[in-house]
């Protein structure tokens, strides 16, 4: 019979030497989304230009310097910031390629191309509309 003890400790164990792999997404329709920690990635029909502030020269799709926020999309994405000042509303994003998300804590993403906008998932112990931070 396995203790609890050393259930958490196998748990341990795994955690530990457990690599990131990345996670292949085939396909999206438009309105799917797709989670990584606190971020959703949600596919959308197109970009809506005069709600945005501009192109990004960082992509850094979470606000933040801790290892949480640094969910980083690469592979020639232009990531815009978003005029929209709800606390959930992250930015939006046009990929004429196959793309990634990176997080040091999560496992890599790769999406099709097309357009996407990030949600941020919130935060309902707080009264307020608040993002959770990872």
Do not use: C
């Not at 792999?21 to 309105?31: H, N, S």
């Not at 929209?84 to 509303?89: F, K, R, V």
């Not at 990929?95 to 941020?120: N, Q």
Request: glycine share 6%; proline share 3%.
């Amino acid at each position: 019979m396995t203790t609890i003890n050393k259930t958490l400790d196998n748990i341990k164990q795994s955690a530990a030497t457990h690599t990131a792999q990345e996670r292949f997404v085939r396909t999206m329709q438009i309105g799917e989304w797709f989670a990584q920690g606190d971020l959703d990635i949600i596919q959308i029909t197109k970009i809506e230009f005069d709600s945005l502030k501009g192109v990004k020269t960082q992509h850094q799709l979470a606000p933040g310097s801790t290892k949480g926020s640094r969910h980083i999309a690469s592979n020639g994405v232009q990531v815009f910031t978003n005029k929209n000042n709800d606390a959930l509303a992250g930015p939006v994003l046009s990929a004429t390629a196959r793309w990634s998300v990176t997080h040091p804590e999560h496992a890599d993403v790769s999406l099709p191309a097309g357009y996407y906008r990030i949600d941020y998932q919130r935060d309902y112990e707080l009264e307020e509309r608040e993002r959770v931070r990872d």
